[in-house]
C-alpha cells in the first residue's frame, strides 16, 4: 500500500524530530521515519546538551518541559599519564543560573520527548522502518521505499536526517558511498549505576548541578579523548577516538574504555558504581570540509548526515546544530510547499539560511580544528608535559628553586621539542 505525505524526513533523531515538529506546527502533513522500535533506541550520547536556540524559539518553556538530567556547573579538563594527573575545573557562580550553559541528558529519554512533541503536532511517526530505496521521477527525488514492506511512502520532498553514514543521502547521490576514516571518530560509553547522594558527596555538587570533565592523554597514544559526565543517578563514562588512529593502533576500543576505568585517577571517580550497559556511535568529526551537498531535486540534509557537528578539541558540539538545521530544514520545506517548487534550486533556500546561522558560521570559524588534532602529541606528550611541569612545581627536595620559566622550557624541551612546542602553539592559534 503506498502513502502519500507532503513530507517525509527520514530519522527521528533531535534534527529529524525538530523539522517534522516545524513542518506540522505549519500545518504540513508529515511521515517521520525511524528504524528503531522507538526514536533514541539506537543512539548513544554522553555529553552536555548545550543552548538550542532554534527549540527554545518553538517552545518558550523548552528547558521546563524537556526531559533532562543535571545542569552543568563544573567543567574541567585532566591531563593524565599512567599514573599522574593534571586538572583544572571552572566552577562559575553564573553556570548555576537559568538560563544554564548546559545540561546532561539520556537520548533515549530525550529524543522520544521531542518525537511525542513531533506527533502532537500533527506528524505520523512510522517506526521499525528503515529505507531501502530512494524513489525518483525524472530525476527528482519522490520518496522512499521501506525495507521488508509493500508499496511506498511518496512526498514532493524528503528530509534525510538519518545519521552520520546516511543511507538515504547516498542513495540520492548527495554524498560519496564510502566514507574517510580520517574524517570520522567513534565513541565508546559505559553508563555506570550510582545512588545520587555519592554522586553529589564525590564531585562536590548540591540540588541538581552537574559536572563535566573531559581527559587527555587516556587513549594509550590513539587520538583521542576520554569523558565522564553526571546524570542524576549515574555517570556516562566514555571515549572518543579517531576512526583511522584507532584502525592503525591495532586496539579495541572496549579494552581502551576498560583500561580507562582502571587508571588510578579514574577508579577514584567509579568506585562504587554498577556497570548497567556498553553503548558505541559513530561521530562525524571533519568539520565544514566534510559537509556533503545539502541540497537536491526533492531532498534535504541535515543533522550528522550533514557533518553538522563542532569538534574543536575544547567541546564537542552536535545535539544544537542538528536541531537548529532541522528546524531550518522545515522551514524551507514550508517555504517550498508556499512556492510549489521543490527543484533543487526551489530547496536551496536551506542553505541560505544555514549560511546566516551560527551552524555554518561556526564550522567555517573553527574550519582548521579538525586538522589539528590529527596531533598525535596532544595525546601523549602534552600530557607527560603537563604533570611532569607540575610535578616538578610542588616537589620540595630541599635545593634552590629554577625560575617556572626555565623550568617549564626544560620539561618542554625534554618531553615535546621546543620547535614542536612552537609550532605546535602557533597551529592552535590558527585553528581556535
Not at 83 to 97: H, L, M, P, R
Request: proline fraction near 4%; glycine fraction near 10%; charged fraction near 20%.
Amino acid at each position: 500500500m503506498s502513502k502519500t505525505y507532503q513530507a517525509i524526513v527520514i530519522g527521528a533523531g533531535p534534527a529529524g524530530s525538530s523539522a517534522a515538529l516545524t513542518m506540522a506546527r505549519a500545518g504540513l502533513d508529515v511521515a517521520l521515519v525511524e528504524r528503531g522500535s522507538f526514536p533514541g533506541e539506537k543512539n548513544m550520547f554522553g555529553g552536555v546538551l548545550h543552548r538550542l536556540p532554534a527549540l527554545e524559539k518553538v517552545f518558550p518553556d523548552f528547558w521546563e518541559r524537556a526531559p533532562l538530567e543535571r545542569h552543568i556547573i563544573k567543567k574541567g579538563v585532566t591531563f593524565m599519564t599512567g599514573d599522574s594527573s593534571f586538572n583544572t575545573t571552572i566552577e562559575a557562580g553564573n553556570f548555576d543560573k537559568p538560563p544554564y550553559n548546559g545540561y546532561t541528558i539520556f537520548r533515549p529519554r530525550f529524543d522520544s520527548w521531542l518525537a511525542e512533541e513531533a506527533v502532537a503536532a500533527g506528524a505520523k511517526l512510522i517506526t521499525r522502518a528503515t529505507v531501502d530505496e530512494v524513489l525518483r521521477k525524472d530525476g527528482r527525488v519522490t520518496g522512499v521505499s521501506i525495507l521488508g514492506r509493500s508499496g511506498q511512502l511518496n512526498a514532493p520532498v524528503v528530509v534525510a536526517a538519518d545519521g552520520v553514514l546516511s543511507f538515504t543521502a547516498q542513495k540520492a547521490g548527495l554524498r560519496r558511498p564510502s566514507f574517510d576514516p580520517a574524517q570520522m571518530a567513534v565513541g565508546v560509553k559505559a553508563l555506570i549505576d550510582m545512588p545520587r547522594e555519592m554522586i553529589d558527596e564525590r564531585f562536590g555538587l548540591v540540588r541538581d548541578q552537574g559536572f563535566a570533565n573531559e581527559f587527555v592523554g587516556c587513549t594509550e597514544g590513539v587520538r583521542g579523548g576520554g569523558f565522564l559526565y553526571t546524570n542524576y543517578d549515574s555517570l556516562s563514562v566514555g571515549l572518543v577516538f579517531h576512526l583511522a588512529s584507532l584502525r592503525t593502533s591495532g586496539k579495541t576500543p572496549y579494552d581502551l574504555l576498560n583500561a580507562f576505568m582502571e587508571q588510578p585517577q579514574m577508579a577514584k571517580m567509579v568506585n562504587g558504581g554498577r556497570l548497567q550497559e556498553y553503548s558505541a556511535h559513530l561521530i562525524p568529526e571533519g568539520g565544514y570540509d566534510m559537509i556533503p551537498e545539502l541540497v537536491g531535486d526533492g531532498i534535504i540534509v541535515a543533522g550528522d548526515a550533514a557533518a553538522f557537528c563542532n569538534a574543536t578539541g575544547l567541546n564537542l558540539e552536535g545535539i544544537n546544530l542538528a536541531s537548529q538545521s532541522g528546524v531550518i530544514a522545515g522551514e524551507a520545506v514550508v517555504a517550498a510547499h508556499r512556492d510549489k517548487d521543490f527543484s533543487k534550486n526551489g530547496l536551496s533556500v536551506y542553505k541560505k539560511l544555514l549560511e546566516e546561522s551560527y551552524v555554518i558560521k561556526d564550522l567555517k570559524l573553527y574550519r582548521k580544528a579538525p586538522h589539528m588534532l590529527h596531533n598525535n602529541r596532544i595525546y601523549q606528550e602534552y600530557p607527560e608535559l603537563m604533570c611532569s611541569f607540575m610535578e616538578n612545581i610542588y616537589k620540595i627536595e630541599g635545593a634552590p628553586k629554577e625560575n617556572i620559566t626555565k623550568l617549564f622550557l626544560k620539561s618542554a624541551k625534554e618531553k615535546v621539542g621546543l620547535g614542536n612546542l612552537l609550532a605546535d602553539g602557533f597551529s592552535a592559534w590558527r585553528s581556535l
